[in-house]
């Protein structure tokens, strides 16, 4: 009986051997590897194979042994517990707020997602272009095209006068920027907060008209047509003339600035292409913090400066690398002729010059130009103040300040 045992062991070992030869000599290389001093079983570590060397010096291999983990329970009661939070917590809190009103916009109509304006965050502010009704921007930002203001050193004397005068008038939030040219000198009051611009916001337009100009887009003589399109309520004339009546850019611009016309204001946005080249162009020019979104008169205050954008702007209409000198003097004729003088003009002597442009929306009031002293000093002023609607307030405050500023930059030798 045990020769029959061996017997078929014998051929059971063979046939293993024929049908899978390669494993089999791999069998017996590790095991004589392994067991050069064993006396006839190795056993490997766990997971790998071992072999087995039978009655006729036949080595048979073996499948690989896996050894169970032991697992503790009081880990497995932790994951429980910690897939159960997740399920039935996590996982339905994420898909009713963020998945599902992703997808069924009317779940909440309450609640209005628009998705682009999370992907794109600043595309309501920052942008050249329309596409598919979306505001893109489109354009690189290159060099900036203005020179920048060369400051030195705050006139502290000044701004603590300002302030003081400030304290005065506590319904009222202004900013005030003044830079005097021969010296550098400065003083920042919120100059770099966001104002409603008003009708401020025509001083950008007039710089991107004359620029196309430049360009060859327009010619100064251009004629443009009145339609129902462009007229617009608020300051100006043009709101009773007939439709149809055409205008040169020439007098667009002139009503735009000394008369603060809305309706031409809109027809010169339109004449070089839209709000979003303007607001193109101002990019280019190194101007940030100011932006065109709404047609005039805006009383919405949805157009926006700085007193320091503004100061920036004044002052390259003398940058003959940006504005070319028979552009400045058409400009500076304009805002020579402005009609509206109560504001910083109503603060200044007899004798002193002022280029400018005001603006008005009733709860915003304001003020940008370039003053020159009948002696030749030379100074830019900004003065943007939020007030109590029309309240006459904003206008004392502008004329006052005006008047301290005069009397400070004159009174000093710079």
């Known amino acids: 009986m045990q020769n029959s045992a061996a017997y078929k062991k014998y051929y059971y070992q063979s046939d293993i051997t024929e049908q899978y030869p390669q494993q089999t000599q791999q069998g017996q290389m590790r095991y ?12 490997y570590h766990k997971g790998q194979n071992y072999g087995h060397t039978n009655t006729f010096g036949k080595t048979v291999v073996r499948h690989k ?7 503790n329970p009081i880990a497995r009661l932790c994951t429980a517990a910690l897939l159960g939070i997740v399920g039935t917590f996590v996982i339905p809190y994420s898909v009713r707020n963020i998945v599902l009103p992703m997808i ?9 997602t628009d998705l682009v304006s999370m992907i794109n965050p600043t595309s309501n502010y920052l942008y050249d272009s329309f596409v598919l009704n979306r505001r893109i921007l489109s354009t690189p930002i290159k060099k900036t095209q203005m020179a920048d203001l060369y400051l030195t050193d ?13 304290a005065g008038y506590k319904m009222i939030q202004p900013s005030v920027f003044v830079w005097e040219y021969d010296s550098g000198k400065y003083v920042d009051i919120n100059a770099n907060k966001h104002f409603s611009a008003a009708s401020i916001i025509k001083i950008p337009v007039l710089l991107e008209t ?19 399109y462009y007229r617009s309520e608020g300051s100006g004339k043009m709101k009773y003339h007939q439709v149809g009546n055409e205008y040169t850019i020439d007098q667009l611009a002139r009503m735009m600035i000394e008369q603060s016309d809305n309706t ?21 020019w190194g101007i940030n913090d100011t932006h065109l979104q709404n047609w005039l008169p805006d009383l919405e205050g949805t157009n926006y400066t700085t007193t320091k954008d503004l100061a920036k702007m004044l002052y390259n209409i003398e940058n003959s690398s940006f504005i070319s000198p028979q552009s400045k003097s058409y400009i500076f004729d304009y805002m020579g002729h402005v009609e509206n003088n109560r504001l910083i003009q109503a603060g ?19 003020d940008s130009g370039i003053v020159t002293t009948p002696n030749g000093k030379k100074y830019i002023v900004s003065i943007i103040a939020n007030r109590p609607y029309n309240s006459p307030q904003g206008k004392n405050f502008i004329v006052a300040a005006s008047s ?4 400070y930059i004159t009174a000093n030798n710079y």
């Open 264 to 284: 031409a204001t809109n027809m010169l946005i339109a004449a070089v292409g839209g709000m979003p080249r303007v607001n193109s162009a101002m990019k280019s």
């Open 348 to 366: 200044l002597p007899q004798g002193a010059k002022f280029l400018h442009k005001t603006g008005d929306i009733g709860g915003t009031l304001g």
């Open 32 to 43: 004589s590897q392994a067991t050069r001093n064993t006396t006839g079983k190795t056993n």
């Open 404 to 407: 301290m500023i005069y009397n």
């Open 210 to 228: 004359f620029r196309s100009i430049e360009a060859k887009e327009l010619t100064i003589n251009e004629k443009m047509a009145l339609t129902e």
């Open 154 to 166: 705050e006139m502290t004397g000044l701004k603590t006068g300002l302030q003081g005068l400030m």
């Open 104 to 112: 069924h916009y009317d779940m909440h109509p309450e609640i209005k």
């Open 65 to 71: 042994v896996y050894k169970k983990k032991k697992t």
